[in-house]
Structures are given as C-alpha cells and as structure tokens.
C-alpha cells in the first residue's frame, strides 16, 4: 500500500489528473502491475535522471514526491524488475529499466533502455490521448503473496484480492483531499484499479449531522530564516454506531481502535494515522476522536518529516501544547458520548444478569444475616439497625425492586459518590445497590455476564461486605465504614484502568 502510494505521489507531483493502475496474475501466478498517469512526462534525459538512485532533490519543496527515492525502493521493495515509459514534451516514448537480475549478472548497476511493450504503449495511449504521460510497470514480482502450492490457484487468486483491496482502502484514505472534488485546496485526480474508480474516505465524518467539531485553531510559526507560516489542528468526535445516518455510512466510518488519534497531513496529503504520537495509548475510549493535523511543505524541516514522509517529531513545546492544552476537551467530550452510548448498552445487558445470585442469596439470608433492620421513615430512608453491637439509627436507601426477582443484588445506573455498592433494603430484604457505572462493573462484570458461576460470586462478595458492614455498624464505626467503601471503589477504579473494555455488540444478551 505504502509502495504504490509512493508512486502515486509522483504522478500527482506531475500535475496528472488520471492514474490508472493495473494489478494482473496470470495462469502461473506471475503477476504485473502497471500503474499509468496522464502527467507531465518525462524525456529521455528526464528520465535518466528519474532512475537514478538519490537523484536531485525537486525543485518544487511541495512536490508530494520530494526526496528522488520513492519510485526505486518502493519498487524494488516487491519486484526485480522496474521500468518505466514515459512521453515528455518532445512527443517521443522512452523506455527505461532496472532488472535487479541483470545487475547481478553484469556485476554492474546498468541501465537498461528497452522496447515499449504494446500493452505498456496502449495503456499510455489510453490514458494521455496521445499526450505526455507515464507508465511504471512492476514485473518479477516476488515480495507481494506468499508461495502457493498452485501459483495461479484460487487461494492465491483470493489474497491477491484481499491485497488488491486493502490498497483500495489505503490509496482512499491517504489522497482523499485530491480524489474529492468538493476540496478546493487540491487538484483533482481519478485514480482507478482495475477499471474501478477509488471514492475519497473521510475519516472525520464530515457529512454527517452527529459529527461534532470539539476544537478548531491555527497556529502561527515564524522559522528560523523568519519566514512566517501556519498549521491547522481540528478535533472531531464521530456519532456512536447508533447515531449514524445510515448502517452503509456506520461501516465506511470504520470505527475501530487502532483508526483513532492524529491524521497528519503534509501539503493535503496523508502521512501518518492511527495513533497518537506517543501522547497516550490507544483504547476503545478515545475510539470517536479523530485529529486533522495539517501543514505544508515550509515546516518539513520544524517538523522533522522523514525521508518516507510517513511521521513527524514534534518539538517539546508543540507536544507539550497539543497534550496538556488542546487535547484534554476534546478527549472528554469523546470519552463523555462514548460512555453515554455503553452506559446504555451496560444497562441493557445487566438486565436478568444478576437472577441466580438473588435466588442463591434468598435460600441462604436467614441462615446468615447479622442484622434485624426497622423502617423508621420510608421517605427519608432512615432505618434502626439491631446487631451484635447494639442499636443505632442510619439512613439507607429503601426501595422497591426496579426489576422482579432483584431483592437482594438491584444493578442501578449510579450511585452517590461513585460508590461500586452500597447497603439497601429491597421489598424489605437486606440488599446492596450495584453501580453500572463504575469501571468495576463495566470491565469485571460485564466480560463474564453469561457465566453465572462468576457473576454469583462475585455478587455473593459485595452482598456479604454490605451484610458485614449492617452487621458490625455502631456509633464509632457509621462514619468510617462509608469511607472504606468509597476507598475500596475508589482503588478498584484505579486498578481498572489498564483492563480492556468488553465489546458490547448489539447482540450481547
């Protein structure tokens, strides 16, 4: 993908309009790529100069192909042989060729000028309509599929598709600024594969209502030589699954976690995605928060752009500014909609979750309780409480079951304090309310929510430290057992951090 882009950098630093790209296996399971633009061309000295390895740098500084080395090593990254075709102004066809094996052979780095093949002459006829253009054509191709017992059989038929269209979807992404026609800081180019015209992807949703832009700013930079530039930084939160105008726009969103993070655009192309340059790791949060981190070829050096014009190095100030500045709003309110979205779908799942637990709990309350509680006001809550210790009065939630059969373990959307659980009497049962809320519940409970077993006891736990704390309570100890429920849920907060959240699909039950 990252190949083929590189050339494709060079036809559009041609000013082509058209590319063309041509993936054939034949019976053997030889395969050819051509890839055809419309550009300027080359003549023969031009050319020359084109496959020469380390060949002078562009003159244009905002040329997409700037360094003279990504049309040789991205070729001969996947084949032995590399030529290419290409008309320039003077209206004649040249034709030039590295075959790795003939340098071998010779013990020489040769350049071979050779024939243009007719289907090389017809795919650069079709293409420029008798004007300037190029062809680069990949044959021994032998770094692309991995060795099959039949080399032209369907399973290596099947992973040349599975390759062909990962690079539908790379080439998509990576030019979308120039494949869409509604951009007006680009050209516009087709580029096709095999006949089929690649459609712009963008990865920030832009056409959709639920889209929301949470952070938007330019920021000025003088360089060194004083000349004065700019980049642009906008941060967007996409709809949850469910929000999207359509199942067809949901699934070209592509939601997923490796696809959030920072899309680094240098002169409207992308060069880097996915993550976020160090800052903080990706997880399923941050899923809805996408960055468009633009800038032109002027802070190439500020920002350290690479020779593969895949990453940039930010200074320890622009680091600093972008992750304790710019992005601690957006990430809440990327956080704030995806929790909105599982908070929902965890309440859902709750449902009948904690069934087996009320009735084991009910077989066995009257051989261990430790406590006889007396409703003193309902409306208040307080209560007296008899134990061991003696009596004293607290308040506790009293309540009716929101859900039949939950009397003793009640699932609830939140509790005060951000407490995991807390003592309740239910339908007059000594009962514990249980937080959906809490990290605890969503990465512990909702995991193993279709084993019961774990889900009992785990329930049996919370239940039998709620029964504890009614059971030992008195006048010098009320204050202080609240406060180890707020620690212990407070801790266990903490330790949740680093567990992955479950995948809540819409089928979970």
């Known amino acids: 993908d990252t190949s083929i882009a590189d050339i494709v950098d060079n036809s559009i630093a041609a000013n082509a309009t058209e ?39 562009r003159k244009i500084l905002k040329s997409l192909g700037k360094f003279g080395l990504g049309l040789k090593t991205a070729s001969t990254a996947f084949c032995r042989c590399l030529s290419v075709t290409s008309r320039g102004k003077s209206g004649e066809v040249n034709k030039a060729r590295w075959d790795l094996d003939h340098v071998a052979n010779v013990d020489d780095w040769e350049l071979l000028f050779c024939n243009v093949e007719e289907e090389e002459r017809r795919m650069l006829e079709t293409i420029t309509a008798g004007g300037t253009g190029t ?139 996915g993550n976020w340059l160090g800052m903080f790791t990706n997880e399923p949060h941050g899923t809805l928060l996408r960055v468009d981190f633009s800038f032109d070829h002027l802070l190439d050096d500020a920002f350290r752009v690479d020779i593969k014009k895949s990453r940039i190095e930010l200074s320890s100030e622009l680091y600093n500014w972008l992750k304790d500045q710019f992005l601690p709003a957006p990430r809440r309110a990327a956080d704030d909609r995806y929790r909105k979205g599982q908070k929902k779908k965890v309440t859902e799942v709750s449902k009948g979750a904690h069934h087996s637990s009320n009735r084991g709990i009910s077989n066995r309350e009257k051989e261990v309780k430790l406590s006889k509680i007396d409703v003193i006001d309902k409306a208040k809550g307080e209560v007296e409480v008899t134990n061991p210790k003696g009596t004293l009065k607290i308040k506790l939630p009293i309540i009716d079951p929101a859900r039949e059969g939950e009397v003793h373990v009640a699932p609830v959307d939140s509790i005060e304090d951000s407490l995991l659980w807390e003592p309740a009497l239910i339908d007059m049962k000594h009962a514990i309310r249980l937080n959906t809320s809490h990290p605890y519940y969503h990465k512990v409970y909702v995991p193993n929510i279709k084993s019961s077993v774990t889900i009992q006891g785990m329930d049996a736990l919370l239940w039998a430290l709620g029964e504890a704390e009614l059971g030992t309570i008195n006048e010098d100890t009320k204050f202080h057992l609240k406060e180890i429920r707020i620690a212990v849920s407070r801790i266990l907060r903490k330790l949740c951090e680093d567990l992955p959240d479950p995948e809540l699909n819409d089928d979970t039950n």
């Open 19 to 57: 590319i063309d790209i041509y993936i054939n296996m034949d019976f053997m399971g030889e395969i050819t790529i051509y890839i055809a633009d419309n550009g300027h061309g080359m003549d023969e000295e031009e050319l020359v100069a084109a496959m020469t390895y380390g060949s002078p740098e």
């Open 135 to 273: 062809v680069v054509t990949w044959e021994k191709i032998d770094r692309l599929l991995k060795d099959y017992q039949e080399p032209g059989g369907r399973y290596a038929r099947a992973a040349l598709e599975k390759t062909i269209s990962s690079l539908k979807d790379h080439l998509a992404m990576v030019f979308q600024r120039y494949l869409d026609n509604l951009f007006a800081e680009t050209p516009t180019v087709v580029i096709r594969i095999n006949d089929e015209e690649i459609l712009p992807w963008d990865p920030f949703c832009t056409s959709e209502t639920e889209t929301e832009i949470v952070a938007d700013e330019i920021q000025k930079v003088e360089l060194s030589n004083g000349v004065e530039t700019e980049f642009s930084i906008k941060a967007y939160v996409l709809p949850r699954k469910e929000e999207f105008s359509s199942e067809e726009a949901r699934k070209k969103a592509r939601l997923s976690n490796d696809l959030q993070g920072f899309y680094v655009y240098r002169e409207n192309r992308l060069i880097h995605y």
